[in-house]
C-alpha cells in the first residue's frame, strides 16, 4: 500500500516528489523534518533542531526491478510553525518538496498530521516499542523499534542510531534510521507488487548545516 510524505508513519508527513512525470512521495523522514527551540513563554518543544538549519539528502528513486530511475540531492531547511503555542518544525526544499511538521518531546518524534499532534517514533525505547499513527487518508502506520544502536553509514559520517521498521496493515512499508542530533539519516520506502516487496525510494544524510 503507498503512502504520501503527507502519509504517516521513522510513523509521517511525506515529501511528494515528480520524476519522470509521476508523483513520487518520500518520507523524511527523512530525514528530515526539525523542531524549534524559541525563547518565548507558554511555548513548548524540544530547542532543537532550530530554525535555519538545513539538512542535505541524496534522494534516489527506483524501477520495480531494483535499477535507478532518478536521483538528486535536496536541501530542506527548518522554518518556525506554531499551533496552539506549541513549536514545530517545518522542513521543506520549496517547489512542492515538504518533508512536514515536527517536533521531538521526551517520549520521541511527534507529527503534526490533520492537525492533531501524533507519536511518530517512540524514543528512547527498547527493541520492540512501537507507535501507531494515521495519515491524511486515515489509513494506518505502525513504526516499531527494531535495533536502538544500529550502526549505519552514510555521506555524512557513520553513525549509532535507532533503526525502524514502518508496516501498514499487510506489509513491510518503511526502514528508517534515526538520531536526535540529526533527525533522519536514512529512509527507504518499500512497495509491492505480485513478487513481494521492492524498494521504491530512498533518502540518505550527505550533510547538516546549523542555522
Not at 60 to 81: H, K, M, P, R
Not at 119 to 125: A, D, I, V, W
Request: hydrophobic share 35%.
Amino acid at each position: 500500500m503507498k503512502h504520501s510524505l503527507t502519509k504517516s508513519s521513522l510513523y509521517f508527513e511525506y515529501v511528494h516528489l515528480y520524476n519522470n512525470a509521476m508523483k513520487k512521495s518520500v518520507f523524511i523522514y527523512a530525514a528530515f523534518a526539525l523542531l524549534l527551540g524559541f525563547s518565548a513563554c507558554s511555548t513548548s518543544g524540544t530547542p532543537e533542531p532550530k530554525t535555519g538549519d538545513t539538512w542535505v539528502y541524496h534522494y534516489v528513486d527506483y524501477n520495480e526491478d531494483g535499477s535507478i530511475a532518478a536521483e538528486q540531492n535536496l536541501t530542506f531547511t527548518a522554518t518556525e510553525f506554531i499551533q496552539n503555542d506549541v513549536y514545530w518544525a517545518f522542513l521543506s526544499a520549496g517547489s512542492g518538496f515538504d518533508i512536514g511538521y515536527f517536533r521531538m518531546e521526551d517520549n520521541g518524534l511527534h507529527q503534526l498530521s490533520n492537525g492533531i499532534d501524533q507519536l511518530k517514533l517512540p524514543y528512547p525505547g527498547a527493541v520492540g516499542d512501537s507507535a501507531i499513527t494515521y495519515d491524511s487518508n486515515q489509513d494506518m502506520l505502525w513504526f516499531i523499534i527494531r535495533d536502538n544502536a544500529a550502526s549505519i553509514n552514510t555521506p555524512a559520517g557513520t553513525f549509532t542510531a535507532y533503526y525502524y521498521e514502518g508496516y501498514d496493515d499487510n506489509s513491510l512499508e518503511d526502514k528508517l534510521w534515526f538520531t536526535p542530533t540529526h533527525w533522519f539519516l536514512r529512509h527507504e520506502e518499500y512497495d509491492q507488487n505480485l513478487s513481494g516487496n521492492y524498494i521504491d525510494y530512498m533518502f540518505e544524510i550527505v550533510s547538516y548545516t546549523e542555522g
